[in-house]
């Protein structure tokens, strides 16, 4: 029986535990020599457990590694870092993997392979890239919003005029003069029933009463739905202007010291139209002396806009009930300096261990709005060193959004 | 040069079994209940492997068939984490991801690179429960 010798054996601990798998292949992939990281990485994804050869195993993710060592002359490298998406054979539950592989000639019939788990740095720059092409996107969609909504808030503006000018010129002199012929035919009343006959005096002075009542009845409704609509087109210049506002700063993609307060606020009037459709009733709970926060305006009108929103759909599960209420509680971050916004309703709720797989990326859930939004929801709050939790006692029990936000310095901004 | 191991060994009988030589191999059934009461002795006479840890992955026994295979003493290897530094090979959702179950008993093919050789095995994974004292990996060579 062998005895490793010290020195044989800390060299094997010491090839075992090298971070990065290495391997010996001749030309064919065959492996002669593998080390602990190696077959760690290359098993999961080693058919029927065989690991005899690196290029069987990479084939059916990247069959070009197989051509390299034919097409290579001398000694060297073969490719560098070259990353290969693996995915595990196991057709119940797919594990994908990210290995980057450099293949280096170092013998006439010898390859060393070196490789690497870098799914962690895919991860990192599909996430940055990602968010690059969001902000692309975004910053775009501002300038469209912005130069849409400005057309919009011009017709608005023009509707808002005409329906004040119809307001003011709301005399009707028609119907004026209809009353007084009716008031002249019961002044007259005996006159003209002497030379028409008493039934039709009678029927025409009915008649004229019945037209002027139902003109000024009309009269009354028109002047009331101009009211109505005057509001409507207020209301409508209002959310354009929140959105003009908002669009212009996030062109800018400034923060500025604000209370959440305001920004909450903003929020329930540009949901006012959804949560009153669904008859639900919003108390406000803020406590006094809360701190202004450092915060990308844009970014959390959004955040709070979507928590809303996702609260108000979260009802449309639920039968139709009295009492529908989102409370928006504002208070005192319970550690450190801060704000702690919740809003808590009390819809169907959710299974407690549900609450993460809400915030998953490209996923959705009905009854708690869009995955996507949670997601991005949650990277806006993080970037402000915030916490974002979805919480639920259980299905029936209703739900919270819990948005926590330290009170930092505003950075100085970026000058191009 | 590995020494030629027996196929069985006699092994302690099991509490509430019938007393009597109770050949411990590989695929037995009873396998877990018997290594709970071996000695280090006897499982170095194993003709298999064997790597005793505890719950946390902690080595506390390590045979001398398995040290002989992989090269190192059990005294280098005791008291280690074994997934993460004794044999890394392992370290993946195949093997060391199975240990977090409440309890275990799975046989699979796996390729150990004992001195760097890639060598063909069947692992067997053992756990009695959540509550055990320990768990296994035994290691039969191809």
């Known amino acids: 029986m062998p005895t ?14 090298c971070p990065v798998g290495i391997a010996q292949i001749d030309p064919g992939g065959g492996i002669t020599l593998l080390n602990a990281k190696g077959s760690q990485l290359l098993m999961p994804h080693a058919p029927r457990a065989l690991l005899e050869n690196l290029f069987d195993v990479l084939d059916p993710h990247d069959p070009t590694l197989r051509g390299l060592p034919s097409t290579f002359e001398g000694y060297g490298t073969l490719c560098e ?11 119940g539950s797919p594990r994908v993997q990210h290995l980057a592989f450099t293949l280096l000639k170092i013998g006439p019939e010898t390859i060393m392979a070196v490789f690497e788990d870098v799914s962690r740095v895919v991860a990192a720059e599909d996430e940055a890239r990602d968010l690059l092409t969001t902000a692309a996107i975004e910053s775009g969609r501002s300038e469209l919003a912005a ?36 008031a002249f035919l019961s002044l007259r009343a005996e006159e003209l029933a002497a030379s028409l006959g008493a039934k039709k005096a009678e029927a025409l002075a009915r008649l004229v009463g019945e037209i002027h009542g139902a003109l000024d009845d009309r009269r009354r409704r028109t002047e009331e739905s101009m009211q109505s609509f005057t509001a409507s087109v207020h209301h409508i210049q209002e959310i354009l202007n929140l959105h003009r506002h908002y669009a212009r700063q996030n062109a800018r993609g400034l923060r500025e010291r604000i209370p959440l307060r305001a920004i909450a606020e903003d929020a329930l009037t540009i949901q006012a139209s959804a949560l009153e459709k669904r008859s639900i009733a919003i ?19 959004q955040v709070l806009g979507n928590l809303l929103k996702n609260a108000c759909e979260a009802f449309d599960a639920c039968p139709a009930e009295a009492g529908r209420t989102i ?6 971050a319970p550690a450190g300096p801060g704000v702690r916004m919740e809003l808590r309703d009390n819809a169907c709720g959710f299974a407690p261990e549900q609450a993460e797989s809400f915030f998953e990326k490209d996923t959705s859930t009905k009854g708690r709005g869009s995955g996507l939004g949670l997601y991005h929801c949650r990277k806006v709050v993080e970037a402000h060193g915030g916490t974002l939790v979805l919480r639920s006692d259980g299905p029936g029990c209703g739900a919270s959004s819990v948005l926590t936000l330290p009170d930092t310095p505003t950075p100085e901004p970026d000058h191009a | 040069m590995v020494r030629r191991m027996r196929e069985s060994v006699d092994f302690p009988t099991p509490p509430g079994q019938a007393r009597g030589a109770a050949p411990m191999e590989f695929r037995d059934e009873h396998l877990l209940e018997s290594l709970t009461v071996a000695t280090p002795e006897q499982l170095d006479a194993l003709p298999f492997g064997v790597v005793r840890m505890d719950l946390h992955g902690i080595v506390d026994g390590y045979n001398r068939f398995e040290s002989d295979l992989s090269g190192l003493s059990a005294e280098r290897v ?26 275990l008993d799975e046989q699979l093919d796996y390729v150990f690179t004992y001195r ?17 004292e320990h768990q296994y990996l035994l290691v039969e060579k191809s």
């Open chain 1, 4 to 17: 490793a010798s010290i020195d044989h054996e800390e060299f094997i601990q010491f090839l075992y535990q």
């Open chain 1, 81 to 91: 870092h070259r990353v290969v998406r693996v995915e595990s054979p196991d057709a």
């Open chain 1, 147 to 182: 130069e849409v909504l400005h057309d919009i808030g011009n017709a608005v503006v023009g509707i808002g005029t005409r329906t004040a000018t119809l307001l003011e010129d709301s005399g009707w002199p028609e119907l004026d003069q209809l009353g007084k012929l009716g």
């Open chain 1, 283 to 301: 108390e406000r709970r803020t406590a006094p002396g809360l701190p202004k926060l450092s915060l990308d305006r844009t970014r959390m009108i």
């Open chain 1, 327 to 332: 409370v928006v509680e504002i208070a005192p």
């Open chain 2, 78 to 103: 005791v008291g280690k984490p074994f997934f993460e530094q004794v044999a890394p090979c392992t370290n993946n959702y195949m093997v060391a991801e199975r240990f977090a179950e409440d309890s």
């Open chain 2, 116 to 132: 760097m050789k890639p060598t063909k095995v069947r692992l067997r994974l053992l756990k009695a429960s959540p509550s055990a």
